[in-house]
C-alpha cells in the first residue's frame, strides 16, 4: 500500500519559469493538503482540496500560486514565473476525511531550487 | 491566534538521556495536538497525538504531556538514542480549521553516542 507520492523529488527551475508539482494521494484518500516549508522553519498550510473542489485556499499567495485535485489523475500545485523566494520544500499530505486524526500522511516533498 | 510556539530551537542530548520539548498554542478551539518527526530528505512522520481531555499519553519511549489550564503541551523522549536525532514538530488544529494543521516552528535534536 503505497504512500503519499509526491514528484519530482527535487526541481531546479529558472526565474520566470513554471513549476508544476505533483501529489498522489493514498489509495481511498480524497483529502489533500499542501503545505510549504522554508530552510529552518516549521511547515506551512497552504491549500485543503478535495476531489475536484477547493476548500481552503487561506494559505496561498494570491498571485502566481494555483492548486487542482481533478477527478482523476494527481493533485498538482502550480507556481507561475517564479521568483528566488519560492524557493523552498513543498509537501502534500492526504487523509480519508477533513479530520487530522483520519490517517493524515506526508509524502517526502518537492524541493524546489529557483536560480 | 493561530500560532504554535515551539521551543527549544535545538537540543543536544547524550545517549540515554531525557529529550524534552514543550510547545504552547493559543487558539482555544484547537482539538488534536499531534508531534511530528523529520529525517532531513523525507516528510514529517506522526510519532504520537494527544486530545485535550487527557493529560498525558504515552507509547514506547515517547509522551505526551498536557496542560490544558496553561494551553501548553510537551514531548518526552526517554531514553534517547542517536536514532532519535532528527527535527520535531508539534501542531495543533481543531474547531473550523478541518485537518489544516497549525505547526511550530521545529526542535533539532541530536542524540551524541
Known amino acids: 500500500n503505497a504512500g503519499v507520492m509526491q514528484n519530482p523529488r527535487h526541481l531546479v527551475r529558472r526565474r520566470g519559469q513554471e513549476a508544476r508539482l505533483r501529489c498522489s494521494p493514498v489509495?481511498?484518500?480524497?483529502?489533500v493538503y499542501w503545505y510549504r516549508q522554508l530552510p529552518e522553519e516549521g511547515l506551512k498550510f497552504m491549500v485543503y482540496l478535495q476531489k475536484e473542489n477547493i476548500i481552503d485556499e487561506s494559505g496561498m499567495p494570491k498571485e502566481r500560486f494555483s492548486a487542482e485535485f481533478p477527478k482523476e489523475g494527481p493533485s498538482i500545485l502550480r507556481i507561475q514565473q517564479v521568483v528566488r523566494g519560492d524557493s523552498a520544500a513543498y509537501f502534500c499530505?492526504?487523509?480519508?476525511?477533513?479530520?487530522?486524526?483520519?490517517?493524515?500522511?506526508f509524502g517526502s516533498g518537492t524541493r524546489l531550487t529557483v536560480v | 491566534q493561530q500560532q504554535v510556539k515551539q521551543s527549544p530551537q535545538s537540543l543536544i542530548v547524550q545517549k540515554g538521556g531525557i529529550s524534552i520539548i514543550n510547545c504552547a498554542y493559543e487558539n482555544t478551539a484547537f482539538d488534536y495536538f499531534p508531534w511530528y518527526q523529520q529525517f532531513p530528505g523525507k516528510g514529517p512522520a506522526l510519532l504520537i497525538a494527544?486530545?485535550?481531555?487527557?493529560s498525558e499519553k504515552k507509547e514506547g519511549r515517547f509522551t505526551i504531556s498536557f496542560n490544558k489550564s496553561a494551553k501548553q503541551f510537551s514531548l518526552h523522549i526517554m531514553d534517547s538514542q542517536p536514532g532519535d536525532s532528527a527535527t520535531y514538530f508539534c501542531a495543533a488544529t481543531g474547531g473550523t480549521s478541518y485537518g489544516k494543521l497549525t505547526f511550530g516552528q521545529g526542535t533539532i535534536l541530536t542524540v551524541h553516542p
Open positions: 494527544i486530545r485535550p481531555d487527557v
Open positions: 489509495k481511498g484518500h480524497s483529502h
Open positions: 499530505a492526504s487523509s480519508l476525511s477533513s479530520r487530522a486524526s483520519d490517517g493524515y500522511t
